[in-house]
């Protein structure tokens, strides 16, 4: 098939790479493949230049910009476009009008996660409107499809869910060896117990919590440090939380890394805080680790880590049940290390890559039902 992926930017994200992945997945399948971006290139787009994957930026400015909408409508003409496969809602709707009248067998809008953080408004109408022309609207998980519907943003008929997938080839647990070397790193002794998260610094990571749990943490296990990994525009503030937690000392702030595997086998607990959350890739991602998860029960979470399964299900906005579970954790080190190998042998059978692009091959064929 002719697929056209239609997205916002390839910049480093969780959005970004399941795109990346998929792109590749179908790339290797044998399908033609090409990635339109309706501001900059980002980026992760380098990766696809290696592999003669087309990527092309619209660089749409503010507003209404016909010329956007001239660049993207070429892309999708020049491909011979028979699959329109746009992510969120402002890709989709974009996408939908630079391809009016052009015949494309099917459409399909795939949502990353829960959208709640803003109430509906131009954005939501204009992303309706353009359901006309859309053939399936994707959540990443059940949590996020009920959502959908029950806020009137899709139809019921229309939805669907494929969770996300990742890569798992090349993806070890989490080792001595990589431990030793990420306490180097950071600068702790070597027998540091380090806890971890991977994520966008903003508000709906909420590491500000993990930042207050950590403080309790760090009390009862000083032979501890937190690594959040990941960059944006709370970065001053979180910092700010931790002097004022008194932990500045022991939290460490890496930024935005291009070896996140490598990293996360350096954990010994993964913790994710977030206050909304649709299909975390950085869950799958600690589950293929093998880690110790400890995540609050938001969105497609408890879809990912099965309570005393899997890993630790906790409330949101609760630093005091993150920091019991987390410390549940670093003290029952043999149950911690059942519920990591659980995670990983979950993820092996449900969070590949392989198994989310057979859906969407399904999906792009019209085969709704086998994904519902």
Not at 335 to 342: D, F, K, S, V, Y
Request: glycine share 10%.
């Amino acid at each position: 098939m002719n697929i056209t992926h239609f997205v916002e930017n390839l910049n480093r994200g969780g959005l970004e790479r399941m795109v990346l992945d998929l792109v590749k997945e179908q790339h290797r399948l044998g399908h033609k493949v090409q990635v339109v971006c309706l501001f900059e290139r980002g980026t992760l787009a380098v990766e696809l230049d290696a592999l003669g994957v087309p990527v092309t930026a619209c660089h749409k400015r503010k507003g209404f910009d016909l010329r956007a909408l001239g660049r993207a409508r070429a892309a999708l003409a020049g491909h011979y476009t028979e699959v329109l496969h746009t992510h969120n809602a402002v890709a989709h709707y974009q996408a939908v009008l630079a391809s009016a009248g052009m015949g494309i067998r099917q459409v399909v809008n795939t949502r990353h996660g829960m959208g709640a953080q803003r109430k509906p408004g131009r954005r939501e109408w204009l992303f309706r409107r353009a359901l006309k022309a859309t053939d399936a609207v994707v959540a990443v998980c059940e949590a996020a499809r009920s959502d959908a519907v029950r806020r009137g943003i899709a139809p019921a008929a229309k939805t669907c869910v494929v969770p996300n997938g990742i890569v798992l080839d090349g993806f070890d647990t989490a080792s001595d060896a990589m431990h030793e070397r990420l306490a180097h790193m950071i600068r702790v002794p070597p027998g540091t117990r380090i806890i971890g998260t991977v994520g966008r610094l903003n508000w709906a990571k909420d590491q500000a919590s993990l930042i207050r749990a950590f403080r309790i943490v760090r009390h009862a296990r000083p032979d501890t440090a937190l690594v959040l990994v990941g960059d944006g525009e709370l970065r001053a503030t979180l910092r700010a939380a931790a002097f004022d937690e008194g932990v500045a000392g022991c939290v460490h702030f890496l930024g935005d890394r291009d070896d996140v595997r490598e990293l996360l086998q350096g954990f010994d607990v993964f913790a994710l805080s977030s206050v909304t959350e649709g299909y975390s890739m950085a869950l799958l991602e600690a589950c293929a680790a093998g880690l110790p998860i400890v995540a609050t029960d938001v969105g497609g979470n408890a879809e990912i880590v099965r309570d005393e399964a899997t890993g630790r299900l906790v409330p949101p906005c609760d630093p005091p049940a993150l920091a019991a579970a987390i410390l549940e954790m670093l003290h029952a080190s043999t149950r911690a290390n059942t519920l990591g190998r659980a995670a990983r042998a979950w993820v092996e059978t449900h969070g590949s890559m392989e198994a989310m692009a057979a859906r969407y091959g399904q999906l792009y064929f019209g085969d709704m039902e086998t994904t519902r």
